[in-house]
């Protein structure tokens, strides 16, 4: 969430006025993150975030807002993007309605695609429990059972095509060793996508960015309460993919020790049992969730790499580091059931 453009106040509340949210009070941009530019935009009716798209295209937005509006219609806690009151939705089935059709919840600053969405409430919880654990495996599942009757389709941008075309790009800047084990994994995740197994992967939308900062608890200032889940933002790298590999990207950030990558089994317990409680698993997917914790650790890997050493000129930009998900990518190759003593009490319980 850096600020790549920068945004005049009177243009932000031009905005918001039109939208009806009244006066902008205060425009504030937001750290963190690569992708967008965001700030906090304060109003006479309430607190908002502003977002303005660098790379995603105004025929490729729809996608994600109305995933997002969606998914709040059906009580889940995602923002639901604020609509232009002077733009008619367009009708007929989502399928069939053109790519250039005007949309109600995109909008343009700056000369960039944009969206207004409420600021969720609560605050990120960066060291989880298996019980906040237990919470994002619950609404993940409801997720995933929630857009099955989301009707719009579109790959997920960086899925095995974008691997496949950006590994060549990063190969330059990483060692020898580096070399060899994202060549071999790669080769390996082709050769996994080839088989029967995959393709009887269920498939919907996902999120498939659903990290820590990406998901809000409550606060109500009682430490023994169990945490409560208020609310998961940041859909601008979902997709229509495997329900597994979204659930692996959850179970490489949150199931795992930070400073080694090592799996953390009773957090990864506590959130597949949750999970499992709304969505059992099919065989393939027990099957094949050592290979696609391995391809979350991949897919962020790369990523990494390439926003590392080939970053964008902004204003509050800080890369991740790319070593992270090496190490979470060794761990997983070496040690592919570690995930098995977890998965077995939840297939008996199947």
């Known amino acids: ?28 941009g937001i750290e963190g993150g690569i992708e967008n530019t965001n700030y906090f935009a304060t109003t006479e009716s309430g607190e908002f975030v502003l977002t303005l798209f660098e790379r995603l295209s105004a025929e490729q937005l729809p996608y994600y807002l109305c995933l997002m509006k969606h998914l709040a219609g059906a009580g889940l806690p995602v923002p639901a993007p604020v609509a232009d009151p002077a733009v008619a939705p367009p009708t007929g089935h989502a399928l069939s309605i053109p790519a250039q059709a005007p949309c109600e919840l995109l909008h343009s600053v700056a000369g960039k695609p944009a969206a207004l969405v409420q600021k969720l409430s609560g605050r990120s919880e960066l060291a989880p429990t298996a019980a906040h654990c237990a919470e994002l495996g619950a609404t993940l599942a409801r997720m995933h059972l929630a857009g099955r009757d989301y009707p719009r389709i579109q790959p997920n941008l960086r899925g095995l095509p974008w691997w496949n075309e950006t590994a060549p790009v990063v190969l330059p800047y990483v060692d020898e060793a580096q070399s060899a084990l994202l060549r071999a994994e790669l080769a390996y995740q082709n050769h996994v996508a080839e088989s029967s197994a995959y393709a009887a992967l269920p498939r919907g939308p996902v999120h498939a960015d659903m990290f820590r900062d990406n998901v809000m608890f409550a606060t109500d200032g009682d430490a023994d309460a169990p945490p409560r889940l208020t609310g998961v933002f940041d859909f601008y790298f979902a997709g ?19 400073p080694s990558g090592r799996h953390d089994a009773a957090r990864a317990d506590a959130l597949l049992v949750a999970y499992e409680g709304v969505r059992a698993l099919n065989a393939s997917e027990r099957a094949l969730l050592p290979a696609m914790l391995r391809a979350a650790a991949l897919r962020f890997w790369i990523s990494r790499l390439w926003d590392f050493h080939l970053p964008r000129e902004a204003s509050m930009l800080k890369p991740h580091d790319p070593t992270h998900f090496e190490r979470v990518l060794r761990e997983r190759a070496t040690h592919p ?11 008996a319980a199947a």
């Open 1 to 28: 969430m850096a600020v790549f453009t920068e945004v005049q106040f009177g243009e932000a509340d031009a905005l918001v006025q039109r939208l009806g949210m009244g006066a902008l009070r205060e425009l504030r």
């Open 240 to 258: 229509t993919d495997t329900w597994l590999f979204d659930l692996a990207v959850c179970l490489n950030d949150w199931a795992i020790d930070l």
């Open 337 to 347: 059931h570690a995930i098995a003593h977890v998965l077995e009490p939840v297939m």
